[in-house]
């Protein structure tokens, strides 16, 4: 793959942000993907928020497995540590690092294939072990790229382009999180971006695991009923499927709307999805009040946005595990190998 960096242009007036940086510096190579891609849209606010923050870029860690959203490190922060694991191994790659290095700041960006269908049972033990970073699913309900077929949070009876029906119930990422005792859930779609920033920052400060799923359509695989991205309203007509050559360009699809509030967002291909804020009144300390919620609003056909859960409370991997608070590489050989007799006696502990 051949990837082409950005032209770096000095123009009158930029800012920096406190460490002196421009909002470029924190930008990656040219995107490759569709024009009008949701993905495009969650690379800028991660742009955005990082810089905002004022984050070293050799502070960061950006980490992915396979698929459209796992391409979408190598354009943000080009000045930061990346690994693009395999398919649906990405959580693995996370824990190690963070064990070996707990002063990093971890990002690892997902698809609804690679975190729900390869990689759940991976999902599911960085969850569990409060791994210490933010995990973005980028939800655009297809595999892009292997021509669209139904990922694993396809709705049951949705119809793809060519015609096919979902026969089983899907997995969503958040009442999932939330069940296994994860202790930050978000969600948020990748046209509401001043929504997206905010909740970025949250799951970079937050002291665990924060899964934030994001709502991002696919310009070019997204023509189905009650979409795998748990689109609520079916599209008002069926578009027959074709051989696609040429992708034509996509505007980019912004939504801006108050807390409590609902939206109806209309998307490239015709179809609509609803989205709905939480109220400002809204508990999310409250696991099984918010699972209750998050399923009295999906069967009204709504996707609820925003913080949904969040308890800083539970003991993340380094406090549980005890994790080294020095990196390391900076620990000498002598203290890394401490020579066959501590390791015998650790040995004699597992028999």
């Known amino acids: 793959m051949t990837f082409i960096a950005k032209p ?4 009158p007036g930029q800012r920096t942000n406190e460490i002196g940086l ?3 510096d924190y930008e990656g190579v040219l995107s490759t993907l569709c024009a009008g891609c949701g993905h495009d849209s969650i690379t800028a606010a991660i742009v955005q928020a990082f810089w905002e923050m004022s984050i070293p870029p050799e502070k960061v860690v950006k980490l992915s497995g396979i698929g459209c959203s796992s391409k979408t490190p190598a354009y943000f922060i080009s000045g930061a540590h990346g690994f693009n694991s395999v398919h649906g191994r990405m959580p693995s790659v996370a824990t190690g690092a963070m064990a070996g290095n707990r002063d990093l700041v971890c ?35 297809v595999y892009g790229l292997t021509k669209g077929q139904f990922s694993a949070s396809a709705d049951k009876g949705s119809k ?17 999180a939330l069940s296994m005792g994860g202790s930050f859930a978000a969600r948020s779609f990748s046209g509401d971006r001043e929504q997206l920033v905010t909740l970025i920052k949250a799951g970079v400060k937050h002291p665990g695991c924060a899964v934030l799923e994001v709502v991002s359509p696919c310009v070019t695989f997204n023509n189905h009923q009650g979409s795998t991205k748990s689109y609520s309203y079916t599209r008002d007509h069926y578009h027959p499927a074709s051989q696609t050559d040429f992708i034509p360009p996509a505007t980019e699809i912004k939504a801006t709307y108050a807390e409590g509030e609902s939206t109806i967002v209309e998307l490239h291909d015709g179809s609509k999805l609803l989205l709905k804020k939480t109220d400002e009144g809204y508990d999310a300390t409250n696991r099984s009040r918010v699972l209750r919620y998050l399923e009295q ?11 949904l859960f969040i308890n800083g409370e539970l003991p993340e991997m380094h406090q549980i595990y005890g994790t ?6 900076d620990i000498g050989f002598e203290k890394l190998n401490p020579g066959s007799e501590v390791l015998a006696k650790l040995q004699s502990r597992m028999r």
């Open 8 to 11: 770096r242009i000095d123009l």
């Open 297 to 307: 609003q999906r069967a009204r056909g709504e996707v609820v946005t925003g913080l």
């Open 324 to 329: 080294s608070h020095t990196p390391l590489k």
């Open 107 to 141: 990002i690892g960006v997902s698809g609804d294939g690679d975190s729900l269908s390869i990689g759940f049972g991976q999902f599911g033990h960085a969850v569990r072990r409060n791994v210490n970073m933010l995990y973005i699913i980028e939800n655009n309900g």
């Open 22 to 24: 421009y909002r470029r």
């Open 160 to 176: 793809s382009k060519k015609g096919s029906i979902n026969q089983w119930k899907n997995i969503d990422s958040v009442s999932t």
